[in-house]
């Protein structure tokens, strides 16, 4: 069975707090993915990577930075924290770059206040 | 970005019934996932479709990719109240910059009667 992991299910933050997402994948997947999801707007790509060190914006990166130093880990960082990135958090991999199952984790429930 | 269009976006069904959902694009796909997200959890997987023309079940769930490469349909039999969640379609379109990327409709909630 494939199993995506994140560091936390939920979390509370204050505004301007540095916050970091981890998330791990044991299948030895190529790729993996950073969404947000919020009502009304569906799941939105946040960053990926096709590799460790390698990082490509997706849809809405601004206010997001990503670290990949390990193939089975991929990071989110919330540089400073604000109200409007309260969301749910997703990862997801899959073991090639097109085409190919994507696999989520159990997301992280992320409020800043 | 793409856009999958998803209906319908709620259902309220007796437990027992028959449940289709369906979703289309303006352009072709080359891969149809379909995926079940419970509240306050991620979505799982539950069938991937990779040809025109594919029809391919899991248990009671049933799904196809349609033979114009627009198209997926889900079906689930017989239904019963743990159906209940958000159903999601997601696909990887066949070309352009966005081939790389997973689209996602905007999920079916289905909710089942006892």
């Known amino acids: 069975d494939v199993k995506v992991t994140q560091s936390s299910r939920y979390l509370v933050k204050r505004t301007g707090e540095k916050v970091f997402l981890e998330c791990v994948q044991d299948m030895d997947h190529e790729n993996m993915f950073w969404y947000r999801q919020d009502p009304g707007l569906g799941l939105r790509l946040i960053y990926f990577s096709y590799d460790v060190k390698m990082k490509e914006k997706g849809d809405i990166p601004e206010g997001y930075s990503v670290s990949r130093e390990k193939k089975e880990r991929f990071s989110l960082i919330l540089e400073s924290a604000s109200t409007n990135q309260t969301s749910m958090y997703l990862c997801?991999?899959?073991?090639?770059?097109?085409?190919?199952?994507?696999?989520f984790g159990p997301g992280t429930r992320l409020t800043v206040t | 970005g793409q856009q999958l269009n998803q209906s319908p976006q709620s259902m309220f069904i007796q437990e027992g019934e028959d449940v289709s959902m369906n979703c289309t694009s303006s352009s072709i796909f080359n891969t149809w996932l379909w995926y079940k997200q419970d509240p306050g959890e991620g979505p799982v997987l539950l069938i991937a479709?990779?040809?025109?023309?594919e029809l391919t079940s899991n248990g009671r769930l049933t799904a196809q990719f349609g033979i114009t490469r627009k198209d997926s349909f889900l079906n689930i039999s017989a239904s019963i109240p743990s159906d209940v969640g958000i159903y999601f379609c997601?696909?990887?379109?066949?070309?352009?910059?966005?081939?790389?990327?997973?689209?996602f409709g905007k999920g079916t909630k289905l909710s089942v009667i006892p």
């Open positions: 997801a991999s899959t073991l090639t770059k097109v085409g190919s199952e994507q696999y």
């Open positions: 479709l990779y040809k025109a023309g």
């Open positions: 997601a696909g990887f379109p066949s070309s352009g910059a966005g081939s790389y990327q997973l689209t």
